[in-house]
């Protein structure tokens, strides 16, 4: 059950997320988006696949992200993303009946997915069975209790910056074709 297809398949997925994020500077932000969109949702629906297990041990498993590595994926987002990065959303809707609206961070909640899926990936990686077995249940555990609904409040924010831009780039394109238009028609009068 630890190294079932959909267990590989979660592993791999979540991978490939947090090597995206560390190669940033080579995509533009509509690509983004839309990568974005599709492996978190590849991700939030891949967690519902992974076995459901008890962690074989009590102390707190090994950890591989450092903070120099999160700050650095960290400050490349909040600069890639730019002006899109922060907005206004509820506190903390982990706990139902305390959530306030509070100004956050798209790139902070894009790197806690990242840390939590790096170190899952690395210490599944390590390849011993009760490594493996902690991984998914620390994943799974971590992700009801906080990184889930901070996938779910990013899906939403990438859906509206994603759907905003292509709107505004139809509307350039449409006054472009306008504007030949009128080009054109002068250019076809002053032949006549």
């Known amino acids: 059950m630890l190294i079932a ?16 994020l560390e ?8 690509d983004f988006w839309e990568v974005q969109l599709r492996m978190l949702s590849d991700i939030y629906q891949g967690i519902f696949s992974l076995p459901e297990i008890e962690a074989r041990y009590s102390f707190d498993v090994d950890k591989f992200v450092t903070e120099k590595a999160y700050n650095k994926v960290l400050s490349g987002l909040t600069s890639f993303i730019g002006a899109l990065d ?5 506190s903390d809707m982990s706990y139902p009946g305390t959530p306030k609206v509070v100004e956050t961070s798209l790139s902070e909640m894009l790197t806690d997915i990242y840390q939590e899926l790096k170190d899952f990936v690395l210490l599944y990686e390590t390849g011993t069975l009760e ?3 902690d991984a998914i249940a620390e994943c799974a555990d971590t992700f009801g209790r906080y990184w889930g ?11 509206v910056n994603l ?12 006054q472009l074709e306008v504007d030949i238009d009128e080009v054109i028609g002068d250019y076809d009068g002053e032949e006549e």
Do not use: C, G, W
Request: cysteine-free; glycine content about 0%; overall charge positive.
């Open 86 to 90: 922060a907005f206004q959303d509820f």
């Open 163 to 174: 759907y905003q831009q292509r709107y505004a780039e139809s509307k350039k394109s449409q």
């Open 131 to 133: 490594n493996m077995n």
């Open 149 to 159: 609904v901070k996938l779910l409040s990013a899906l939403r924010i990438i859906h």
């Open 5 to 20: 297809p959909q267990t590989k398949a979660f592993v791999q997925i979540s991978r490939r997320y947090f090597e995206y």
């Open 23 to 30: 190669t940033l500077p080579d995509k533009t932000i509509a």
